[in-house]
T-cell receptor, first 117, second 110 residues
């Protein structure tokens, strides 16, 4: 149980275009979803926390208008990288949690590798 | 930054040997967790230890926590080639937000 699906797994786009990444909880209702960014050979940096039905809370230094997060349902959150540029190229990972899953454990998607040309 | 540091950054051992990874963090925590990441993939939860616990076991994994030193260690006993991955510690706050350490890349040679 507690499966999180992330799509697409890999996307290549041209500079200036927008890219949408989906994160779905397949067998539980995710009241909270988290979005992380990971640079090569580095750790995960928390970008934002989203609770279903409310606005996402962004970490310091993360541009809200650049990384649009929508958590409109209990099973789906989306991250849209707007007007992507090469420096946005990275590995993006989502995680999710919802009751009655054990607290303090997040369930991760497989990640999305974004390459901006 | 609340992120922690892990050492070593990379560890290469022979199959059957034990692997020890350390994690240090900066702030007070509610719990500390260890995750595993295979190359280019998501993370898999391994074990959670709460701030009032000192040691925890799960199969071949042993985790210790020293809150006075703000440090934790993960021991993998009798390692296997399939244990090759990156290992991250993550500290959780009261809002269930995680802050990940820098990770240890473990290579277990068959």
């Amino acid at each position: 149980g507690a499966v999180v699906s992330q799509h697409p797994s890999w996307v290549i786009c041209k500079s200036g275009t927008s890219v949408k990444i989906e994160c779905r909880s397949l067998d539980f209702q995710a009241t909270t979803m988290f979005w992380y960014r990971q640079f090569p050979k580095q750790s995960l940096m928390l970008m934002a926390t989203s609770n279903e039905g409310s606005k996402a809370t962004y970490e310091q230094g993360v541009e809200k208008d650049k990384f649009l997060i929508n958590h409109a349902s209990l099973t789906l959150s989306t991250l849209t990288v707007t007007s992507a540029h090469p420096e946005d190229s990275s590995f993006y990972i989502c995680s999710a949690w919802g009751p009655p899953l054990p607290e303090n454990i997040q369930y991760f998607g497989a990640g999305t590798r974004l390459s901006v040309l | 930054s609340q992120q922690g540091e892990e050492d070593p950054q990379a560890l290469s051992i022979q199959e059957g040997e034990n692997a020890t990874m350390n994690c240090s963090y900066k702030t007070s925590i509610n719990n500390l967790q260890w995750y595993r990441q295979n190359s280019g993939r998501g993370l898999v939860h391994l074990i959670l230890i709460r701030s009032n616990e000192r040691e925890k076991h799960s199969g071949r994994l042993r985790v210790t926590l020293d809150t006075s030193k703000k440090s934790s260690s993960l021991l993998i006993t009798a390692s296997r080639a399939a244990d090759t991955a990156s290992y991250f510690c993550a500290t959780g706050d009261n809002f269930n937000k995680f802050y990940f350490g820098s990770g240890t890349k473990l290579n277990v040679k068959p």
